[in-house]
């Protein structure tokens, strides 16, 4: 219900975000996003714990019904309350780390690939790595994928990704076997499957997902899709302050070259001579770890810069470092999305960079963007 004289603030969960043309309140206890006019980012930021009656005499005898569409919207999606002193509630801390030199890792396996697995998590361990995506491009056998993930058991990994080949030389007890061995596998998604389907094993298990899409090679990554969107307090106070893709990711491709990501065009040495802590520290290693979206073009200006991966890989004017992600057809200035922004079956390779994105194993995000 309205009410005249008591101010209203929002949960300090839920942070607005402006845009060119609309802004979001992100609810990051719930994980959604909600897309708001500019008018009502007003009403929250510069009008926080105001009165439905001081805002009426601020914003004029028109602003009636307006307002009280906001309100009611805000208590619909339980946003906000009536708070009778709202210095009472301090901003939520927004400052971002991670016990670690590194939070998350990629390693890329392909024909050509003879990884130590061993010794890449021993030293991902060391370096306070916690979320790991295993990228299969080639056909490997099931007990191939087992004897890496053995070498995880004991590590202080807390979610692993895999994306995996289809063969018809394994069999779904084979695979469910794979899964209950393996609880900390946080995502499986099975690429060049004969058709998309999911299959749930256990109550608890992780699902397997198929799809029939081939993911045969690192430059599958970087699509952006409000799919993929990571609504949690880590991901979004990363965001605020540096990469939300490459900070604090280490990655080896599948010919074992030390990368940021695998598909940066910079190597720092070939892991089975140099040490990832050496390469880490070499020059060059961090260029990307600190750009913000609120340091590239466009994304600056967009409701979803906090929630939405950066991509560095592969941009929309390869000349320009801070150019926006060219697989992103979303354009804030007009708030729509290209025509098709991304297949119906894609699959996201790698976007996932700190341990909350690694670990949603659904996209956890209501956006009517
Ligand atoms: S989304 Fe991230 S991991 Fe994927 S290509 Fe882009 S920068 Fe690399
Ligand atoms: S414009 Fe930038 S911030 Fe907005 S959705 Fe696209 S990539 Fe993300």
Redesign the pocket.
């Known amino acids: 219900m309205l009410q005249e004289h008591t101010p209203f603030i929002l949960f300090a969960n839920c942070i607005p975000v402006r845009g060119a043309r609309r802004s979001t309140i992100c609810d990051l206890q719930r994980g959604l996003v909600h897309p708001i006019p500019n008018g009502l980012h007003e009403v929250v930021t510069a009008g926080r714990g105001r009165t439905l009656a001081e805002l009426r005499a601020i914003y004029g005898p028109g602003s009636a019904e307006v307002l009280e569409e906001y309100f009611t919207f805000l208590l619909a999606n339980d946003l906000g309350f009536w708070c009778a002193d709202p210095s009472a509630y301090p901003d939520l801390d927004l400052s971002w780390d991670h016990p670690g030199r590194v939070s998350n890792a990629i390693v890329d396996v392909g024909t050509e690939s003879d990884h130590d697995f061993g010794s890449l998590v021993r030293q991902l361990d060391a370096l306070g790595c916690r979320a790991l995506q295993l990228r299969v491009f080639a056909p490997w056998p099931l007990g191939r994928l087992d004897a890496a993930l053995g070498h995880t058991l004991g590590s202080r990994l807390r979610t692993i990704e895999v994306i995996f080949p289809w063969s018809a030389e394994w069999t779904a007890q084979e695979m469910s076997d794979l899964v209950f061995k393996h609880q900390r596998v946080s995502s499986m998604l099975v690429h060049s499957a004969p058709e998309g389907r999911t299959q749930e094993f256990r109550p608890g298990d992780t699902p397997v997902h198929y799809t029939p899409q081939v993911v045969d090679h690192h430059s599958h990554c970087g699509q ?1 899709h409000v799919g993929y969107f990571a609504v949690t307090l880590g991901a979004f106070t990363e965001a605020r302050g540096a990469n939300s893709c490459l900070n604090r990711k280490l990655s080896v491709d599948a010919h074992g070259e030390i990368r940021n990501c695998p598909s940066m065009p910079r190597s720092f040495g070939n892991a089975a001579t140099v040490p990832l802590a050496a390469a880490l520290e070499a020059d060059g290693f961090r260029e990307h770890w600190g750009v913000s ?1 609120d340091q ?1 073009a ?2 600056r200006d ?1 409701e ?2 906090y929630v ?1 991966t950066d991509c560095r890989a592969w941009l929309r004017d390869p000349a320009d470092a801070r150019s ?2 060219a697989r ?1 057809s ?1 354009d ?1 200035y007009t708030a729509t999305w290209g025509a098709d922004p991304v297949p119906a079956a894609v699959v996201q390779l790698a976007a996932s960079a700190p341990a909350e994105r690694v670990a949603r194993r659904e996209p956890a995000v209501a956006c009517v963007g």
């Open positions: 952006v979206k590239v466009t994304c967009c979803f810069r939405c926006k992600p992103c979303y804030p």
